[in-house]
């Protein structure tokens, strides 16, 4: 078997990938790496495209008393139409009670985090490497009808992320389903 190469002429394809076994092969690796790198270039495109316009959490424009689906393309706080901020409600159950649901507290993202992620590209908002590199990677909480937003530095701050029901039992977060947009009161 010779590595000369063979000119390739018109219909003698089949000819050359006989009588050259080395390069078959070198272009089939090449062939099969680059349809791999496409693949999942588009596939790590297409992921957060499918959930764009899709409600990701809910929000309040009132201290928690309504709720309303906001979609991922919203970063919180964010003005609404109505020019009213809206921030988002962190919604939960009591696991023995799933119908019974209550805002636990309210979220939202400092000055410079939330500049931040308005720079960055809508479909990696809220990707996690984004979230870690932020000037602020954990939002600033409050509990519904309280005054001050806490920062992670407050003593108050992570004893309200361990949610409870209001009757202390275990309580689960719930996120709205795709068809939730109008205005919903909850209890409090």
Not at 114 to 143: G, T
Not at 145 to 168: C, F, M, R
Request: proline share 12%; net charge neutral.
């Amino acid at each position: 078997m010779s590595n000369e190469p063979v000119p390739v002429q018109s219909g003698k394809l089949t000819e050359v990938i006989a009588k050259n076994p080395v390069l078959t092969i070198t272009l089939g690796l090449m062939l099969a790496v680059v349809a791999t790198w496409i693949i999942l270039d588009q596939a790590a495109k297409r992921k957060p495209a499918q959930r764009e316009g899709l409600p990701a959490f809910y929000c309040t424009l009132d201290d928690g008393a309504t709720i309303f689906a906001a979609t991922w393309d919203n970063v919180p706080p964010f003005m609404t139409e109505s020019g009213k901020e809206a921030v988002v409600a962190r919604v939960f159950v009591p696991a023995a009670k799933p119908r019974e649901r209550f805002v636990a507290y309210l979220e939202k993202w400092s000055d410079a985090s939330h500049k931040k992620l308005l720079e960055a590209e809508p479909s990696m908002r809220f990707n996690p490497h984004v979230i870690k590199q932020l000037p602020d990677p954990n939002p600033l909480i409050k509990l519904p009808g309280q005054k001050n937003w806490l920062t992670p530095a407050d003593s108050e701050y992570h004893p309200i992320l361990q949610v409870k029901a209001p009757d202390g039992t275990p309580a689960v977060e719930v996120f709205p389903a795709p068809a939730t947009s109008a205005p919903e009161p909850v209890r409090r």
